[in-house]
């Protein structure tokens, strides 16, 4: 008897193949993989940082201290979550859960090769964008509810920056799109096949690194948790997994970030000899060393001196490179 | 009473906002708070509040005998503890008439401009991270850490030192400090080109620094402040050129200065000392006279009645030592002029106008060592 004649098989089948099944699974992989990931990119941060400043970064856990931020996941769970007082409660707990939906939800449309994509969809960049937009309301009911003026300076400093650096980074992104036409993820790695956007488009690809490293609040634009003058920023008052939260959303947002300048710029999944999975995953893990590297190599800028940069310098740039781009594809 | 003013409810919903910056900050070295009053990020007011780690090392002074006051003086500012001590050493000299002999004043000069560098390391490399470059801090630290040890072998403690005394030092440099103080000078010769790469020429570093916390030459000679931030002013003051003591007339080296009076001038004066100070040393091993390292001295001195002013250069500035003595073996009085102190007050002249950041960056530049500013 053949065993796809019984029809509850046939049902579980036909569920198989639906786009909920899918979208259950990739959620479930998400779910298991960004944790994992962020501990993974906490220890690269740490050995990164270490190597660059002649010490050899963790060592005691585990070899060569691969299990230090495990440790450090079940220190931080075992921690009370303390909430001071005269805070506003209801804002306080929700900040650090609405920090991490953006750091989920931007896997979604992110295709890493022809076949692994959670969902593909029409406006998957704008997705991506958009959400990422939500993390600085985050940031900002953190700041203000946790009643501490350094918190609240930190805040007040991310709406600020975010805003700011949020124009470059999609004029930058539509210099590609009006290339490619189309805001799916995997039509635009099809467009790469043969050269790469980065060739076509050097300045919009710088542009959209420092503008995404200012999104994520990296150093040199860490300004918003400024260690050296407000102790740390936005989560000064978080303790515990509400603090770990922020850092989870942290790097995961930078690992998103790295993707999107993998998918718009470095070809997506296309190089030679390996399979396209294992390209994906090592130029964004090349895109974050070099994040890294900057970070440890460069002082912060003053607030004013970001704001100059994002506002006299990215934007001319890239809306003067966005013109170009369009004369050239209209002449063409 | 202490005078600690906390955020008022009168200033709560004014534009204007004070800022406790401190007691507990990443960047404030220890416990220093500092009062700001902030128009946005842009700062009115600052006040310094001190007093925090005040340890009464003065009046202690009036408890106990000369010898043992020694430990005390590398406590006040633990930075340059082997300069204070010497310091402190030469003041009783000076009232008691002690001679100290020529190999003794040279070993004292070698370990007090090794201390001097491993403060200005501190100095320095803490200024870049305060404005948020963490790696220069571990790197400047790194080659502290060689004059650590180098000074471990002979003092036998690596911080606060109580390696000289009245008429001497307490043991004679064995070749294992000779050879690897050689070593240590070549090594950090061939760093200077990686600090230059990683922080001199680090456009973001020139940006935060130039024209921040402009102390002009008239400031600094009002507020008496001293060391690399005075002469970062423009103002070619040392102690050890201009009121010479020790070994220091003997020997060839330079006063770096700069004219902006800026934090980057400050940071490049600190630099350039370190060169300095490596010539020095140099010039002391190649020279380092024979004979004993301490004169013959009583095992507890009595000074005769009166009192000696001496002054040195610490590696923050001008450091003032007034010992009063009543004839007995117990000093009258001991006071120490904290260069910090002076430096840290031209702060509330400077900061007002500047970004919270620089407020960071100014005083990072200006190297204060809080418990030298308590004492």
Not at chain 1, 173 to 191: D, G, H, K, L
């Amino acid at each position: 008897m053949n065993i796809t004649q019984l029809p509850y098989i046939k049902d579980i089948f036909a569920f198989m193949g639906s786009d909920l099944m899918a979208a259950v699974i990739g959620l479930l992989i998400i779910a298991v993989f960004v944790p994992l990931n962020v501990a993974f990119l906490v220890l690269v941060e740490r050995k990164v940082a270490g190597h660059i400043q002649l010490r050899p970064g963790p060592m005691e856990v585990g070899p060569h201290g691969i299990l230090q931020t495990l440790i450090d996941a079940v220190k931080l769970l075992g921690k009370e979550m303390v909430t001071p007082g005269m805070t506003d409660k209801v804002l306080f707990f929700l900040a650090p859960i609405l920090v991490v939906v953006p750091a989920f939800v931007g896997w979604v449309p992110i295709s890493f090769s022809p076949i692994m994509q959670i969902r593909e969809m029409n406006v998957g960049v704008l997705l991506i964008f958009s959400f990422s937009s939500i993390s600085i309301l985050s940031i900002l009911m953190a700041g203000w509810s946790s009643n501490n003026k350094y918190s609240l300076i930190g805040a007040v400093r991310a709406v600020a920056q975010n805003v700011a650096y949020e124009i470059p980074l999609l004029l930058s992104t539509m210099s590609v799109i009006i290339m490619t036409n189309t805001f799916r993820m995997s039509e635009i790695v099809n467009a790469q096949s043969s050269v790469w956007h980065i060739l076509y488009q050097p300045v919009a690809a710088i542009i959209f690194i420092i503008a995404t490293t200012a999104e994520c609040n990296r150093a040199p634009f860490d300004l918003v948790e400024a260690e050296s003058e407000l102790v740390s920023g936005f989560h000064t008052e978080y303790t515990g997994m509400r603090f770990s939260l922020f850092f989870l959303a942290e790097y995961t947002n930078m690992v998103i970030a790295a993707s999107m300048a993998t998918v718009l710029f470095l070809g997506g999944w296309f190089g030679p000899f390996f399979p396209g999975l294992i390209w994906f995953v090592i130029k964004v893990y090349f895109l974050i060393f070099v994040v890294m590297w900057v970070r440890w190599t460069y002082p912060r800028l003053r607030f004013d001196q970001l704001m100059n940069f994002a506002w006299k310098v990215l934007i001319p740039i890239a809306l003067v490179n966005l013109l170009i781009t369009a004369i050239v594809l209209k002449v063409i | 009473m202490l005078n600690i003013k906390t955020i008022d409810d009168a200033t709560v919903n004014q534009r204007v906002y004070q800022l406790n910056l401190g007691p507990q900050h990443p960047s404030t070295h220890g416990v220093m708070h500092l009062l700001v009053t902030l128009d946005g990020e842009v700062v009115i007011k600052i006040e310094p509040i001190i007093g925090y780690s005040h340890r009464g090392h003065e009046k202690m002074a009036e408890n106990r005998i000369y010898e043992q006051f020694l430990p005390n003086p590398a406590r006040m500012d633990y930075l340059s503890g082997m300069i204070f001590n010497h310091g402190y050493c030469m003041a009783v000299e000076k009232l008691c008439g002690i001679e100290v002999p020529r190999r003794a004043e040279y070993i004292r000069v070698i370990t007090s401009e090794l201390n001097r560098i491993a403060s200005h390391f501190i100095g320095a490399m803490d200024y870049a991270m305060g404005l948020g470059a963490i790696t220069p801090f571990l790197w400047g630290w790194d080659d502290r850490e060689q004059i650590l040890d180098l000074l471990e072998g002979i003092a036998g403690s690596r911080l606060t030192y109580s390696y000289g005394r009245f008429g001497g030092v307490r043991n004679d440099i064995d070749q294992a400090f000779y050879n690897g103080t050689r070593r240590f000078i070549d090594r950090l010769r061939g760093r200077f080109w990686d600090y230059e790469n990683l922080i001199n020429q680090n456009i973001i570093f020139i940006k935060r620094s130039k024209g921040v916390g402009v102390i002009s030459k008239e400031d600094a000679l009002t507020y008496g402040v001293t060391g690399p931030s005075l002469r970062g002013s423009g103002v070619k003051y040392d102690v050890r050129k201009n009121e010479p003591y020790s070994a220091y007339p003997e020997f060839n080296f330079e006063i770096p200065t700069r004219e902006a009076g800026d934090c980057l001038a400050r940071y490049q004066v600190r630099m350039a000392e370190i060169e300095q100070s490596l010539n020095i040393i140099e010039q002391a091993l190649d020279h380092l006279p024979p004979g004993p390292v301490r004169s013959k001295v009583p095992r507890f001195v009595t000074p005769p009645e009166g009192e000696c002013y001496l002054t040195f250069e610490s590696a923050r500035g001008a450091v003032g030592f007034y010992i009063v003595s009543d004839g007995s073996r117990i000093p009258y009085r001991i006071k120490v002029r904290a260069p910090s102190f002076s430096n840290l007050f031209a702060m509330t002249k400077i900061c007002p106008g500047h970004f919270l950041a620089d407020v960071i960056a100014i005083f990072g530049s200006i190297d204060v060592t809080v418990p030298e500013i308590d004492r």
